[in-house]
């Protein structure tokens, strides 16, 4: 379980309105999470348990120095000294057990959360500059990715409860449709970037019955969560 809430949770069509009035006068456009609403309802593990050493835990990467990833799945990572503002991908995470948080400080407040998420399948973030420390806890390790990249394999399906999905990268723009869902426990997300934040967000929902959404060229991610496999219509 994690320990502390953090931000509030987003709920129905007018998404973006509720997250703004859950999250409250922080004047960061950072103030996230996600779970079944955007990035707002993440609970935060305490930090007696986010200790670890920062190094890939994996054999095979220890075995292979060219597989190890540039984070590891649990610890406290100072941005700048530990680890290097970009953009980073964490995959195979199951249970929503995995969590991460950028944070403007390290005192463990609430008030320094600038973004979080628990995470099920595929996440990404972007880690910046200004971010003072970027915790991740019971996560598969991070690997830094090129945000900017355009080309690769994508598929015109997609797990409901896939996590996060890059466009273009790991999905093909298009219009997709969901169906069989229950009780509003599907929520996907279009964002324009991995920041998590408010802005960050281009359309959501909450979804009971069938989805269908249209992943635009020009969006950067589409983000699933307790829904039935999405295809492309």
Known sequence: MKGKVALGAVVGVVVIAAVSANAGDNSDSGTSGS????????????GGDTKDTGKAADKDTEKDPEKAASIGGSGDYQVGSDIKPGTYRSTGNTDGMCYWERAKDASG????????????????????????????????DWETVDPNAKSGAPKTEMAGDGGMFKVGVDI???????????????YWERAKDADHSIDSILANNNVSGTAVVTIGASDAYFKTSGCKDWKKA
Do not use: I
């Open 35 to 46: 779970g079944k609403g955007s990035s707002a309802a993440a609970d935060r593990k305490p």
């Open 109 to 140: 407040e609430l008030d320094s959360l600038l973004a979080n998420d628990n995470v099920t399948g595929t996440s990404y973030v972007t880690v910046k500059a200004t971010d003072k420390l970027f915790t991740s806890s019971d996560c598969a």
């Open 172 to 186: 093909a723009p298009g219009t997709y449709k969901s169906t069989g869902n229950t009780d509003d426990m599907c």
